[in-house]
């Protein structure tokens, strides 16, 4: 592609968060023990659900899901942030900022899309408990599921196709510590102020469209509940939908580490780890793996 005074940009640097090395260097150690732990129990999420036949229900599968999410969005951005705060050259390559991008936008739309999902699938069971399991059947757990994945990875199409439709202009320095689509932008030169008015207006629409559904899904939960004559029914209720409730350039670096790494980090612990039946889980999980090892390391040897 050729840019404006014929000038090819091959790749982009990085500013990243912080110039100074001895920063960089605590910096690294702080994101990479978080993002460790995003890792593992993201992991013991998916372990103690694929394991214990008790969670083998519509609720456990999205959660499934959002495990698997919250490490793949991590991992698209994390891992290239932490070798980047131990080298003295944080650049990227043309081709490899496009992908990040668009994987990352991909994987954050996809998100959005399953907590929706997720606020129904709540809805329907404390609102319609008997039918429930009529509603909503494996079949139709996965087919919405794929949905909300493929749907993700389409509308991210179109943000990133019409972010590299701007002339660059030989800009090649990024205020950030990844490839998104405002610092991108503020590197563009000519009429980059439609482009930014258009992303901007389909952004608001797909992110309103979800959250207007997980407002409403939950006014409706909430009435239902108030409904209940019985305050034991209404801790019950409220304990069942419980598990699934959330709480300048330099902004936007804040705001990503917010959404890289403190949402999975705190998705593990908002959505299952405060259940019991994950607890009971994960228990039942590690005395398993427990008793596997310990018959591993009992198994003779043979020659």
């Known amino acids: 592609m050729a840019w404006k005074n014929d000038t090819y940009i091959k790749e982009f640097i990085l500013l990243g968060l912080s110039s100074v090395p001895f920063v960089q260097n605590i910096l690294f150690v ?58 003295a050259k ?24 399953l907590l929706a999902v997720m606020a129904y699938d709540r809805y329907i069971a404390i609102c319609f408990p008997l039918h429930y399991t009529t509603i909503i059947s494996p079949t139709v757990c996965i087919k919405i599921a794929a949905a ?6 389409l509308l991210a199409v179109f943000h990133v196709s019409l972010t590299w439709s701007v002339d660059l202009c030989g800009h090649d320095k990024i205020n950030h510590f990844i490839c998104e689509v405002p610092e991108v932008l503020s590197l563009g030169c000519g009429n980059v102020i439609v482009v930014e008015f258009v992303i901007f207006v389909v952004g608001v629409l797909i992110l309103f469209i979800p959250v207007s559904f997980i407002i409403i899904s939950y006014i409706k939960i909430i009435k239902a509940i108030m409904k209940i004559s019985t305050v034991a029914g209404r801790k019950k209720a409220f304990s069942t939908c419980g598990s699934q409730s959330q709480s300048s350039s330099d ?5 990503a580490i917010f959404y890289f ?31 596997i090892d310990h018959r591993t390391i009992q198994q003779p040897q043979r020659y």
């Open 148 to 153: 909300a994945w493929i749907c993700g990875f």
């Open 90 to 113: 944080k650049t990227i390559s043309y081709e490899e900022c496009v992908t990040q991008m668009y994987i990352s936008l991909s994987l954050g739309m996809t998100e959005c899309l």
């Open 261 to 291: 790494i403190v949402t999975p980090l705190m998705n593990p612990l908002i959505y299952t780890l405060r259940n019991a039946e994950v607890k009971s889980a994960l228990k039942l999980c590690w005395l398993k793996l427990r008793k």
């Open 251 to 255: 902004t936007d670096k804040h705001f």
């Open 30 to 87: 702080i994101f990479l023990i978080m993002y460790l732990v995003i890792l593992i129990a993201n992991s013991f999420i998916i372990l103690a659900t694929v394991m214990d036949s008790r969670l083998h229900t519509p609720m456990y599968f999205f959660l499934v899901n959002l495990s698997s999410l919250d490490i793949c969005y991590s991992t698209s951005s994390i891992p290239r942030f932490l070798r980047d705060l131990l080298s």
